[in-house]
């Protein structure tokens, strides 16, 4: 019989665990082979008892692995509908399985609540790329010109701007502060990719996704050839170039959304990759192409370290009032716009 070991106790895969996990098994029998699956289960079962003990809710980012996903999340989705559901929250606790400027944004929209994040060095590469003395510098040279930060930035940073976006309301956001000019960062990508749709000039930063950088219009142009037909779905994150070559460009919700539309019987979606092992049990008809590039910072976030983070209430993600206000100014504004 399986057995995990953690702090507390042994876990085992006894038939209680088997008949508390059967309805998820269904979702992840594609992605997980079934001994990993009598090794995983223990760990869901007891993180899905201690949530209800401790009045918890798990927020699930659309990139983390299945078991996550699909196992104990009470709600999954892109950094948009995870800020959304962060706010409307009323659980005790929040833990984050997703990045660390996600649970930050969580902690900025409901202070009353104590967000957690399984692992603290679950970073963002966008999110490391900006200093608040360089959104200064920016300012200072356009002085004219607000300031629209990407989700993916650490809250001094959101406190430093007029407004958030995210990768689903980017382009609405731009357009709605009404300036013929704006200082958009720290995404290089994301902010061409918008430059391109909108009469508004955009001065950026070069900021990069170390997971959308790696993918090429020539690598998309060669999944093409070799799957005739096959639907291209991306991620703005991408360079203008592949996005250019893509047959819809959206948010990671936006993309499994998109889904439900395909013309084609095979699509690839360019993106960290256990999204299309996420959204594959909706879509048993759809033959999902795998670019296999997964995020380290994603794949921090493990069962093991959510169950820790719920017995020993860590790790607590607090943001100083003197920087949160100013954050939530500009996350509020962008809850304002909404997706569009
Ligand atoms: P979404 O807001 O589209 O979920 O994107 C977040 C992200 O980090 C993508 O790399
Ligand atoms: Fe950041 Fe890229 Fe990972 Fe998203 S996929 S969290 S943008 S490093």
Redesign the pocket.
Known sequence: MPQVQTRERQLEYTDEVAEATEHIWPKVEGSIPRFEWEMKAPLIAEINRLKEERDAVILGHN?QVPEIFHGVSDFTGDSLGLAQQARDADAEYIVFCG?HFMAETAAIVNPDRTVLIPDLEAG????ESITVEEVRDLKAKYPDAPVVCYM?TPADIKAESDICCTSANAKAVVESLGSDRVIFLPDQYLAENVASQTDVEIVTTDGK????EQFTADQIRAYRKQYPGIEVVAHP?CSPEVCEEADFVGSTSGMIGHLDEAESDRVIMVT?CSMSDNVQEAHPDLELVKPCTL?P??KKITLEKTLKSLQEIQHRVEVPPEIREPALESVERMLDVGRS
Do not use: A, G, W
Not at 124 to 127: E, G, V
Not at 209 to 212: D, E, L, Y
């Open positions: 990139y990045v963002c590469s966008l999110s993916n996704c170390i997971v959308h994150e960290e995020c910072h994603m």
